[in-house]
């Protein structure tokens, strides 16, 4: 989910640095109980916190997560990964030397990495959208990289050019005018071409979901007998990529909101139009999507009427309100959200850890948890040119002026760079926060 939506218009010098604020309204007569951190603490060692990194308050603690399933997937979606790097941006291990970000995240015990993917997120002059310009080719990229590091990887197709969520499911251009017919044979063939491009050049994929944040819909379309015939569709190109390489992966279908969402419906429609899935994922942000007891019932009732595996795919917790871009973050002081935790590195952690808790109540009927885009920091701002001309020409902000033509009415207007770089795993300058700990510390590794 890309948290710009609803943004409101900032006051812009010189053009350009324009932003977001969250949207999505939460109750604000419920609170979330977060648990305490329990006995059984693992500590972290202390060995490798470097003294070149003062700033970073490497404390973050959480005790293990008991009940997981052996196969229950920690992930990161590191989509932004190469227009960062494009961009200037250098990451750094624990002991303040240069390293992949991927690799950080494996060493601190992430299994697997999502990526999502947008049809065509160029205009008419091959000027990226923004937001990563992630199509298959840099999914590829993302994904052999994950591969190298023995991570899995989780393709998150939104079938649009850009941003799909539950405020807009816009169609790819190409597609553009197509009946339902055509529609579900595209995204047939789009899916077959594009996963199949990313099979045969050796990415380790075991999920894939067909759309993104469909709660409302998908491709422009609101009817579920004809979102299910599109979804079919994904579905079979999928079930065949898996047959040709002899290799399980697992179909996931992605929704958002699960506080006012109706997801037993939503199951309901997917079972009717004999949808061919395993696992039925949310995005589950603490501070927008109600508590984990909700959480916990919505998706236990999936578990137990429809016999899927569930899954959160998107989850981040703020650890500062200090903006690292000028482009005002979806999270600040006095934003009216609700925060349940301190914002600190051991607040994000206690945020994840919880709703994993909650997850460990399903056993093996829970397949995961994502969080994301934890590497989505600043860019430099000392290369000579402006942080607004880098995100413009990498990619590296949510979205670029470039993307108006496609979408007008969102990213035309308030296009810009990072609304999520205080809820990262790393610092604005690249060093990992204890908080990226949590992976391991949860396992017991
Ligand atoms: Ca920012």
Same mark, same amino acid.
């Given at each position: 989910?890309?948290?710009?939506?609803?943004?409101?218009?900032?006051?812009?010098?010189?053009?350009?640095?324009?932003?977001?604020?969250?949207?999505?309204?939460?109750?604000?007569?419920?609170?979330? /109980? %977060? =648990? #305490? &951190? +329990? !006995? $059984?603490?693992?500590?972290? /060692? %202390? =060995? #490798? &916190? +470097? !003294? $070149?990194?003062?700033?970073?308050?490497? =404390?973050?603690?959480?005790?293990?997560?008991?009940?997981?399933?052996?196969?229950?997937?920690?992930?990161?979606?590191?989509?932004?990964?190469?227009?960062?790097?494009?961009?200037?941006?250098?990451?750094?291990?624990?002991?303040?030397?240069?390293?992949?970000?991927?690799?950080?995240?494996?060493?601190?015990?992430?299994?697997?990495?999502?990526?999502?993917?947008?049809?065509?997120?160029?205009?008419?002059?091959?000027?990226?959208?923004?937001?990563?310009?992630?199509?298959?080719?840099?999914?590829?990229?993302?994904?052999?990289?994950?591969?190298?590091?023995?991570?899995?990887?989780?393709?998150?197709?939104?079938?649009?050019?850009?941003?799909?969520?539950?405020?807009?499911?816009?169609?790819?251009?190409?597609?553009?005018?197509?009946?339902?017919?055509?529609?579900?044979?595209?995204?047939?063939?789009?899916?077959?071409?594009?996963?199949?491009?990313?099979?045969?050049?050796?990415?380790?994929?075991?999920?894939?979901?067909?759309?993104?944040?469909?709660?409302?819909?998908?491709?422009?379309?609101?009817?579920?007998?004809?979102?299910?015939?599109?979804?079919?569709?994904?579905?079979?190109?999928?079930?065949?990529?898996?047959?040709?390489?002899?290799?399980?992966?697992?179909?996931?279908?992605?929704?958002?909101?699960?506080?006012?969402?109706?997801?037993?419906?939503?199951?309901?429609?997917?079972?009717?139009?004999?949808?061919?899935?395993?696992?039925?994922?949310?995005?589950?942000?603490?501070?927008?999507?109600?508590?984990?007891?909700?959480?916990?019932?919505?998706?236990?009732?999936?578990?137990?009427?429809?016999?899927?595996?569930?899954?959160?795919?998107?989850?981040?917790?703020?650890?500062?309100?200090?903006?690292?871009?000028?482009?005002?973050?979806?999270?600040?002081?006095?934003?009216?959200?609700?925060?349940?935790?301190?914002?600190?590195?051991?607040?994000?952690?206690?945020?994840?850890?919880?709703?994993?808790?909650?997850?460990?109540?399903?056993?093996?009927?829970?397949?995961?948890?994502?969080?994301?885009?934890?590497?989505?920091?600043?860019?430099?701002?000392?290369?000579?040119?402006?942080?607004?001309?880098?995100?413009?020409?990498?990619?590296?902000?949510?979205?670029?002026?470039?993307?108006?033509?496609?979408?007008?009415?969102?990213?035309?207007?308030?296009?810009?760079?990072?609304?999520?770089?205080?809820?990262?795993?790393?610092?604005?300058?690249?060093?990992?926060?204890?908080?990226?700990?949590?992976?391991?510390?949860?396992?017991?590794?």
């Amino acid at each position: 989910m890309r948290r710009n939506s609803c943004v409101f218009l900032l006051t812009l010098i010189a053009g350009l640095v324009m932003t977001g604020c969250s949207k999505e309204e939460v109750p604000t007569d419920t609170v979330v /109980e %977060s =648990s #305490t &951190v +329990a !006995e $059984e603490t693992v500590t972290m /060692e %202390s =060995s #490798t &916190v +470097a !003294e $070149e990194v003062p700033e970073v308050d490497h =404390s973050a603690e959480v005790a293990v997560v008991e009940g997981l399933s052996e196969d229950f997937v920690f992930g990161c979606d590191m989509s932004m990964l190469i227009a960062q790097e494009n961009s200037g941006v250098v990451y750094y291990n624990e002991a303040g030397e240069e390293q992949d970000p991927l690799l950080t995240l494996a060493n601190n015990g992430v299994d697997s990495i999502r990526i999502r993917i947008w049809n065509d997120p160029y205009d008419e002059n091959g000027n990226g959208y923004g937001g990563g310009n992630n199509d298959t080719a840099t999914a590829i990229a993302i994904g052999q990289r994950a591969t190298e590091h023995g991570m899995s990887t989780f393709i998150d197709y939104h079938y649009s050019d850009f941003w799909a969520d539950p405020k807009k499911q816009m169609l790819p251009k190409a597609w553009v005018g197509m009946t339902t017919e055509e529609l579900a044979d595209a995204i047939y063939a789009f899916t077959k071409d594009s996963l199949g491009q990313i099979l045969a050049a050796g990415v380790d994929v075991s999920m894939v979901q067909l759309g993104n944040e469909i709660t409302n819909g998908m491709c422009d379309e609101v009817n579920w007998n004809n979102i299910g015939m599109m979804l079919r569709s994904g579905c079979k190109a999928v079930r065949e990529l898996e047959e040709e390489y002899g290799k399980e992966i697992q179909i996931v279908m992605h929704f958002a909101n699960p506080h006012t969402a109706d997801y037993q419906k939503l199951a309901m429609r997917l079972q009717n139009n004999e949808v061919d899935y395993d696992i039925f994922a949310t995005s589950y942000y603490p501070f927008w999507n109600g508590t984990l007891e909700n959480l916990q019932t919505v998706l236990q009732g999936i578990i137990d009427n429809y016999g899927k595996k569930v899954m959160v795919a998107e989850i981040s917790y703020p650890y500062t309100f200090e903006d690292g871009d000028n482009n005002q973050n979806s999270l600040y002081e006095n934003c009216g959200q609700r925060f349940d935790y301190e914002i600190s590195e051991q607040g994000q952690a206690e945020a994840v850890r919880d709703c994993v808790e909650v997850l460990a109540t399903y056993g093996e009927n829970a397949a995961g948890i994502f969080y994301w885009e934890p590497a989505w920091i600043p860019v430099p701002g000392d290369t000579g040119m402006t942080r607004s001309e880098i995100w413009e020409k990498y990619g590296s902000g949510w979205a670029s002026s470039y993307a108006a033509a496609y979408d007008p009415n969102d990213a035309g207007k308030y296009y810009g760079g990072s609304a999520w770089d205080n809820q990262a795993l790393f610092d604005h300058e690249g060093n990992p926060l204890s908080s990226i700990q949590m992976f391991d510390m949860m396992k017991g590794e």
